[in-house]
């Protein structure tokens, strides 16, 4: 009765949290970071305050601000 998905339960241990997709997308060194950096807290959006770690949060706010400055035309002349 105890029959589980073996996938399903080594995947990870980390149930309360996951990568976080923002992150994982526009971060090109993110699998450098160390793991809890690149976690974000199950069931909540993928946000920088979602993040479990400082740095997770600051990187995070990095990636969302340096977005923001690429496509906000600066100073269009
Ligand atoms: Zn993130």
Redesign the pocket.
Known sequence: MEHMNPAAVSRSDTRSSRP?D??REFDPRFLERSAPDQM?ATGRK?T?SA?LTED?YVR?RVLELSRIASRTPSTAA
């Open positions: 976080c923002f992150c974000v993928h920088a993040h997770g995070h």
